[in-house]
Every structure is written in structure tokens, then in C-alpha cells.
């Protein structure tokens, strides 16, 4: 049987108080999607770049349409992505006035020589490239009186994939934390805290990046199978330990070479949708 796996995510910052149906419908259709897309034999890092993508225009998270401005009325972006057999990666941060930073991340990580790109960097790499761009900001981003993503306080997207070829890859983007300071980048661009990809394990992180970028918790999940010999669930749930720990919260999603998937979280909810070859198809925010 032709093996593959996928898991998405809505971020951690869930709560209790609310009803997630819409987010959880768009995310199964989603999900069905890139099942499709994976029992095809499409590549991992084509198949997360597209849900990624889908996440980030849905406007139901903190990440793209649905992100929230900083603490100056203005939104940055942040998005980073991996290839798992080359450990080839691209991100961006701070990036505003852009469509889908996932594939700003993308276009850093095929075209230049770099992994990372800022602010007004960022962006000139962006209109350079001729990546699409929001035409009127003020009416294309949700804000706090849109009562989506905003109003939840933490909403990164994700999307990690095995595909039929045994290749991983993951992406991450966000909006940040409504009301930031302007400049403040979290563990979504930061390859090794908020994604990583390489042969073992792909990994995608939400929650309070400053938590996650002090434990390098994207690449640390790898490392624990490496090193500690210890499967995909244990590491992961490791790490997630290691934040909780720190007074930190937030989650992961992870697929591991064999087509095993995770996706511990410490807050009250994680939006998030797995799917497999062998038929497993789960669409949760809470326990």
C-alpha cells in the first residue's frame, strides 16, 4: 500500500468559550483536499505550500487574511517552509501588503541564496517576484471586531505531509500576536523553532513563539528520535512538555517518516485535522 500522511493546523489559541464549527468544516474540506492531492502522488512540499496557502486566505485564522494588526494598526507576516530530503527552507518576517507569505517563503527558499528575508526586504523580494499583493488592507485583513481568529488571540497556521515518495516537508505562518510591537517576530519564520523538515520528521508549531524559539521546539522533535530513539509521539509530547515547563503554551502538528502522526498541545484547544493512507481522517479542537 502506498503510504502517505498529513496533518493541518489552526493554531493553539483556541478557547473554550467558543464554537469552532466553521473552522473545523473548512478544515475537513481541506483536509480531503490535500488527501487528494497526496494519494495523487504530488510532492509534500507542493501539497503543504497549497494548504498552507488555503489557511491563509480562509480568513478564519491569525495568519493571513485573518491576521490582526500590531500595536501601530499595521499587520506583519511571518511564514517559513521545509523540505525535508534537502533541509532546503525559506521564510519571511514582518512582511506586509503581501497575498500569501507561505509562498513569499516559498519563492526565498527556490530563488535566492538565503533562508530568511525581513521586513522592507522581504517585501521588495515580494514585488519583485510578482507575488500578489492586498490591494486594500484595511478591508482585506479581519480585525478584532471580525470576531474570527483575532478575538482568540493566537491562530498560526500550519501543514506538515509524508507523501508516496517518503519525503516530509512543513510550513508555518501567522499573523503574530494581536497588538505586538512592531517588529516582534515569533517562532513561525524561525526554522528549528516554529518548522522544520528533514529525513526523521516534519513539524509545524503554534502557540507563544517566544516559548518555542527558547526550546528550538520544531527541530528538537527530531532530534529526540535521533538521539533518544524514541517515537514520533514521545519527542513530541517532550517538547510540548518542555514549554508547558517554561510557562509557556501552544502545540504541534508531526509526521515522521513512516507515516506516523501527532499532534500534542498545552492550552485549551488546537485546531487541527490528520489524515493517512490507511483511512484515518480526525478533525478536533479540543481534547
Known sequence: MTI???ALHGGAGAIAERVYQQEEEHMAALLEQGAAMLARGESALDVVTE???ALEACGLHQAGKGSAPNANGIVELDASIMDGPTRAAGAVAALQGFLSPIRVARGVMEKTPHVLLVGDGADAFAA???FARVEDPKSYYATASSGLASSAGLGTIGAVARDAKGRLAAATSTGGLQGKMPGRV??????????WADQRAAVSCTGLGEYFMRVNAAADVSARIAYANVSLESSAAAVIEDV??????????AVDAAGNLSAPFCSQGMKRGIA???????IKTFR
Open 244 to 253: 508547558r515547563q517554561l510557562g509557556g503554551y501552544g502545540g504541534l502538528i
Open 128 to 130: 519583485a517576484q510578482g
Open 276 to 282: 493517512s493512507s490507511w483511512g484515518l481522517r480526525e
Open 4 to 6: 502517505w500522511a498529513l
Open 51 to 53: 494548504m498552507a496557502a
Open 186 to 195: 515569533g517562532d513561525t519564520p524561525i526554522i528549528g523553532a516554529g518548522c
